[in-house]
């Protein structure tokens, strides 16, 4: 009895619960939450450039770099002087910056037998008449010549990674799609190339040309595409094997429509990491070449060039030397990182 007593309270306190208070117990809302996508969806070169961020080194260099190649580009309208006018009263001047004569590198003050003596007084400078990077044998403004200086080696750096694209692409591409005689033969082009070295081929242009750009650019046309057709090549020859390519040439795609729609964005990443590890080495190439006095011609400057001037009176004029040397420097090493960078962000399996 009072079981039964118990059973009908408990139906009597079920009935007074409303109808509409009761719903199926289902997970379908649990289920959408949990399958929900919380972050964008992210394509190859976001998902790279969110990679890219992550390494505080590339980022930085990517800055250092965009303000070099802004202060080069704008140099005609920042550079303080003519960067070829001559003033022989004002030669040799150390350098000098209004507020910081206070240090020893920016006083206008170089040593003589053990005396520090004011160069602008003494060569009769004008008050508020500033070298701030002082200036050469000449008379001429160092800061001018180092800012047009920069300006022609990244151009022949951005000359060497136009070739990389233009020529050493397509012919990596063509090569490794055709296969057999065809890429027999244009490897052995390539290996015929790459045994004459870059120095003879400048020197050879010498005999044609006259020393300067143009025949710095076409010892890089000549040559420096090699290297990015080789790697090209040995990826298109992995990538031509793969089950989508083999879809698209069954369905009757083209070469060229294969080319362009498959295979170039899949070689996207080596491309620009190659492309980018190529200006450095142009740079340094022909750094190389002014040095040696095979570069461009005076009275026009290169970086190269401005350091072959400077090294000569080194122990007496470091200034001389230490600036343009300082700017390459800034320059390889940017670049270098910055590559490095990308191709940790472009490929992440090579941190694997």
Request: overall charge neutral; glycine content about 8%; charged content about 15%.
């Amino acid at each position: 009895m009072k079981e039964g007593n118990k059973m009908a309270e408990n139906n009597q306190s079920y009935k007074s619960i409303a109808a509409d208070k009761f719903r199926p117990a289902t997970q379908h809302d649990h289920v959408a939450e949990r399958e929900q996508i919380a972050g964008e969806s992210l394509n190859f070169l976001q998902d790279s450039w969110r990679r890219l961020k992550k390494n505080k080194v590339a980022i930085v260099s990517l800055v250092v770099l965009i303000i070099i190649v802004i202060l080069a580009i704008l140099a005609p309208v920042i550079a303080p002087a003519d960067p070829n006018a001559q003033n022989v009263a004002f030669a040799n001047l150390p350098p000098k910056i209004p507020g910081l004569e206070n240090f020893a590198w920016f006083d206008g003050k170089s040593e003589v037998a053990g005396t520090a003596i004011d160069q602008y007084a003494t060569n009769n400078v004008p008050e508020g008449v500033y070298y701030y990077l002082g200036t050469d044998a000449l008379g001429r403004d160092l800061l001018s010549r180092v800012l047009y200086g920069t300006r022609v080696s990244l151009f022949i750096g951005m000359m060497a990674a136009l070739f990389n694209l233009v020529i050493g692409v397509p012919y990596g591409i063509i090569s490794g799609w055709n296969g057999g005689r065809i890429d027999n033969i244009m490897m052995r082009f390539l290996e015929i190339l790459s045994g004459v070295p870059n120095l003879v081929i400048v020197i050879l242009m010498l005999l044609v040309l006259q020393p300067g750009i143009m025949s710095i650019i076409i010892a890089l046309a000549i040559t420096e595409w090699i290297s990015m057709a080789r790697v090209i090549r040995a990826q298109t020859m992995k990538i031509k094997n793969q089950e989508y390519i083999l879809a698209a040439r069954s369905l009757g795609e083209s070469a060229w429509k294969i080319s362009f729609r498959h295979i170039l964005p899949n070689l996207s990443g080596i491309i620009i990491i190659q492309t980018v590890f190529s200006i450095p080495s142009a740079i340094f190439f022909e750094a190389f070449l002014s040095f040696i006095g095979l570069g461009i011609p005076a009275p026009n400057a290169s970086l190269g060039t401005l350091i072959n001037d400077g090294y000569k009176t080194f122990r007496f004029l470091p200034h001389l030397m230490w600036y343009p040397a300082g700017v390459i420097c800034i320059v390889m090493i940017a670049f270098n990182m910055l590559a490095n960078g990308l191709r940790d962000a472009l490929d992440p399996k090579t941190n694997d």
